[in-house]
């Protein structure tokens, strides 16, 4: 293979919260077709296989990951190819981020809410990532998928059942690739001035040291960061995971601590907001 393959390939390197152990088998693929193959082999053998993104949303377990982990993280998969029509076609690989930049210098208006979202685009439409009222299935136009068994697809944005922090037809496929559609085309200039609006809203209101970003779901219309807030659980800590003093719904990693430790804190929170305001909130 042209791509990457490893065995007890450390994982917390590899995600924003910096814990959790090995993967058992890791690859990266180094394009459509090397992925296909190591889905199909993996499928055929009967082996667990799980896709690490940019590990932003991740909680690796300390005794790692058996089976084999898959992540498009080669530069190949990094892709942002405007058409003719207008839309983008972009790699799973793209980092938001970059996303967000990229379209901004070719005026491309609508993904500027992806600014401080820090993940790549397989990643936020496996799990219809959001921030600043915006959520990336706003501006799908079409998902490339491969299916566990190695089929490659593409559905409309139609034919699509995605909600909040979810995305159905993802369950049990791989985000390969989409093609966006921009709000409008406007002056690079206005959409820099938006996506820093953005910015200094999110550097006021949520945490630097490393997290997973959000580790509740919102319940309702009401925000999980205010319920722990207002359960006075700012500041809570177990080992070297602490709930932020920052935002509420976030649990950073102090320095070393551990998979359990964070699971550990996640309980506590999670049960002492049930008691105070009996909302159970969903990681
Ligand atoms: N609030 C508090 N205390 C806190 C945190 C928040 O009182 O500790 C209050 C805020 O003052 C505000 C309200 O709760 O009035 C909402 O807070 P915020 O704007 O930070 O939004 P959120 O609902 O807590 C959601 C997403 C974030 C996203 C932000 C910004 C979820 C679970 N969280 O947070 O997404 O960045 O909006 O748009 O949907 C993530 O999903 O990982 C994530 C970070």
Same mark, same amino acid.
């Given at each position: 293979?042209?791509?990457?393959?490893?065995?007890?390939?450390?994982?917390?390197?590899?995600?924003?919260?910096?814990?959790?152990?090995?993967?058992?088998?890791?690859?990266?693929?180094?394009?459509?077709?090397?992925?296909?193959?190591?889905? %199909?082999?993996?499928?055929?053998?009967?082996?667990?296989? %799980?896709?690490?993104?940019?590990?932003?949303?991740?909680?690796?377990?300390?005794?790692?990951?058996?089976?084999?982990?898959?992540?498009?993280?080669?530069?190949?998969?990094? &892709?942002?190819?405007?058409? +003719?029509?207008?839309?983008?076609?972009?790699?799973?690989?793209?980092?938001?981020?970059?996303?967000?930049?990229?379209?901004?210098?070719?005026?491309?208006?609508?993904? +500027?809410?992806?600014?401080?979202?820090?993940?790549?685009?397989?990643?936020?439409?496996?799990?219809?990532?959001?921030?600043?009222?915006?959520?990336?299935?706003?501006?799908?136009?079409?998902?490339?998928?491969? &299916?566990?068994?190695?089929?490659?697809?593409?559905?409309?944005?139609?034919?699509?059942?995605?909600?909040?922090?979810?995305?159905?037809?993802?369950?049990?496929?791989?985000?390969?690739?989409?093609?966006?559609?921009?709000?409008?085309?406007?002056?690079?200039?206005?959409?820099?001035?938006?996506?820093?609006?953005?910015?200094?809203?999110?550097?006021?209101?949520?945490?630097?040291?490393?997290?997973?970003?959000?580790?509740?779901?919102?319940?309702?219309?009401?925000?999980?960061? %205010?319920?722990?807030?207002?359960?006075?659980?700012?500041? +809570?800590?177990?080992?070297?995971?602490?709930?932020?003093?920052?935002?509420?719904?976030?649990?950073?990693?102090?320095?070393?601590? &551990?998979?359990?430790?964070?699971?550990?804190?996640?309980?506590?929170?999670?049960?002492?907001?049930?008691?105070? &305001?009996?909302?159970?909130?969903?990681?």
């Amino acid at each position: 293979a042209a791509g990457k393959v490893a065995r007890e390939e450390p994982l917390a390197n590899k995600t924003t919260l910096r814990v959790g152990g090995a993967a058992r088998v890791y690859v990266e693929p180094a394009d459509a077709a090397e992925l296909q193959e190591v889905v %199909r082999r993996v499928h055929a053998r009967g082996l667990p296989l %799980r896709m690490l993104g940019r590990g932003s949303n991740l909680l690796v377990p300390d005794a790692g990951v058996d089976g084999v982990v898959v992540s498009l993280r080669r530069a190949g998969w990094e &892709t942002f190819t405007p058409l +003719e029509d207008g839309r983008v076609r972009v790699g799973a690989g793209l980092r938001l981020k970059n996303l967000c930049g990229l379209a901004a210098k070719a005026g491309l208006q609508g993904f +500027e809410f992806l600014e401080g979202i820090p993940g790549n685009l397989g990643g936020a439409l496996r799990m219809n990532a959001g921030a600043m009222g915006g959520w990336m299935f706003d501006v799908v136009d079409a998902l490339e998928l491969l &299916t566990l068994a190695g089929e490659r697809m593409t559905l409309r944005r139609d034919e699509l059942h995605v909600g909040y922090r979810h995305c159905r037809e993802l369950e049990q496929a791989i985000a390969i690739g989409a093609v966006l559609r921009p709000a409008t085309v406007s002056e690079a200039t206005k959409i820099s001035r938006q996506i820093d609006v953005y910015r200094s809203k999110r550097q006021e209101s949520q945490p630097r040291e490393p997290s997973a970003g959000c580790i509740f779901k919102n319940p309702g219309d009401d925000s999980a960061g %205010r319920l722990i807030d207002m359960c006075g659980l700012k500041g +809570e800590r177990i080992g070297d995971a602490e709930v932020s003093t920052v935002h509420g719904n976030f649990i950073i990693n102090r320095g070393h601590a &551990t998979s359990a430790e964070v699971i550990e804190l996640v309980r506590r929170v999670r049960a002492e907001v049930q008691r105070q &305001t009996g909302t159970e909130l969903q990681p």
